[in-house]
């Protein structure tokens, strides 16, 4: 018998987004990234191979994706980065661990925020993982639920190119509010 981890890493090849549907529904996922726009590609792919063996070693189970987010938001060195991320995802009943992981992993990569999904709940959130950068050191920002196949202001993307983000209407007004309408225009990422 496979171990979850196991199994989800055999899966990895074959991912779809029916499948990425299906862990948000049975697991506890997140997404992160060791990533930073001020390292070079070289530095950047040996922090993210630090990060893949802490995960492992966590015992969780990740597949590699694209993720696209904004660095810095509101600051005028605000970058759109595209970046090697890890989907991570973990037991229904890991009473928080995978929660508490991420957001230890991204202070220690200083992230501005991870991503996470409790398999209770509908709707994702990030969680910000820096002061002085959007959304704030131990922040949590409702940003909505799943939706395949579309791009927002923060996406993911498959091999294939097939995207998904957990965006809401709310997260989008949030964002135009605060005026980054034009992060909400897919021509812009």
Do not use: C
Not at 102 to 115: A, E, I, P, R, T
């Amino acid at each position: 018998m496979r171990t979850f981890t196991e199994s989800v890493l055999h899966e990895a090849a074959s991912k779809s987004l029916s499948r990425v549907l299906q862990h948000t529904q049975e697991s506890n996922v997140g997404i992160i990234t060791a990533h930073r726009g001020e390292f070079d590609k070289k530095a950047n792919e040996a922090r993210n191979a630090k990060l893949a063996q802490e995960i492992r070693s966590n015992g969780f189970g990740y597949f590699s994706v694209t993720g696209f987010y904004i660095e810095n938001l509101g600051k005028k060195d605000e970058t759109k980065v595209q970046e090697k991320s890890f989907f991570v995802t973990s037991s229904p009943s890991d009473s928080g661990k995978l929660k508490k992981f991420l957001v230890s992993m991204g202070k220690k990569y200083n992230q501005d925020s991870v991503f996470y999904k409790d398999v209770e709940s509908e709707e994702g959130s990030l969680i910000g993982t820096a002061s002085g950068r959007w959304p704030g050191l131990g922040t949590e920002v409702n940003v909505g639920k799943f939706n395949a196949q579309r791009i927002g202001a923060f996406y993911t993307k498959l091999k294939g190119n097939r995207t998904f983000t957990f965006e809401s209407v709310d997260f989008q007004e949030n964002l135009m509010s605060r005026g980054y309408r034009e992060l909400l225009d897919k021509k812009s990422m």
